[in-house]
Every structure is written in structure tokens, then in C-alpha cells.
Nanobody, 126 residues
């Protein structure tokens, strides 16, 4: 599956952005989808994910209550709605896809995903 992320940009603290990740090539609804981010000098960090078939979402504690993942299987697109943004949210954001056969515990790490988008930069100014 091929992934194309978009929607990044510059926003002030407290603002909002919505990232999109469009998929092509396979049956989108059969994939677990995840969002990760990476800041300079840091490892790629799990942000949140949604199980295949919209079976539930899960997030890292630092974004709970601020970020929301959704998916539109008719458009083969997953979204990351980011509200109440903070400077520490500044990073390149990546979407990723994993087979529906993956167990949940593997979906919190980059190694659990086989397919990656190219990343989109989010900058939150203070």
C-alpha cells in the first residue's frame, strides 16, 4: 500500500491542524493505521492509531484529549485532528499502515508497520 501524508504547516500554540493520509493500492479497511512523529535528534515516537475496520483508537498519553484519529474507508484516508497544539508537538508526522493480523502490542512501535508515508512537517510556534 502507498501512503501520502499532507496537511502540515505552521500554527500558533493552542491552534489546530488536521493531517490527512491517503492510501492506495490495497484494501484500505484491512489495515491498522498509525501516526508517528519525529523531532530532530529524537527517535520516531508513536502518536496514535486506529485498528482495521475502525475497531478502536489508542493514543500516547501526551496527546490524549487533544488529538483524534478517524478514518474514511470510502476515501481510503485516515486523519489526525490535532487541537490545543503545543510547541513540543513540533515534528515531522508520519502515517503508517500495518496488516490487520498484527496484534495490538506491536502497533505502538515503528517496527510494527510495513508501510510508511513520506511525512509532513508540523511547526507550533510559541
Amino acid at each position: 500500500v502507498q501512503l501520502q501524508a499532507s496537511g502540515g504547516g505552521l500554527v500558533q500554540t493552542g491552534g489546530s491542524l488536521r493531517l490527512s493520509c491517503a492510501a492506495s493500492g490495497r484494501t484500505f479497511s484491512d489495515y491498522n493505521m498509525g501516526w508517528f512523529r519525529q523531532s530532530p535528534g529524537k527517535e520516531r515516537e508513536f502518536v496514535g492509531g486506529m485498528r482495521w475496520g475502525s475497531r478502536g483508537t489508542y493514543y500516547v498519553d501526551s496527546v490524549k484529549g487533544r488529538f483524534t484519529i478517524s478514518r474514511d474507508n470510502t476515501k481510503s484516508t485516515v486523519y489526525l485532528q490535532m487541537d490545543s497544539l503545543k510547541p513540543e508537538d513540533t515534528a515531522i508526522y508520519y502515517c503508517a499502515a500495518a496488516s490487520k493480523t498484527k496484534i495490538l502490542s506491536t502497533l505502538y512501535t515503528p517496527e510494527g508497520y510495513a508501510y510508511w508515508g513520506q511525512g509532513t512537517l508540523v511547526t507550533v510556534s510559541s
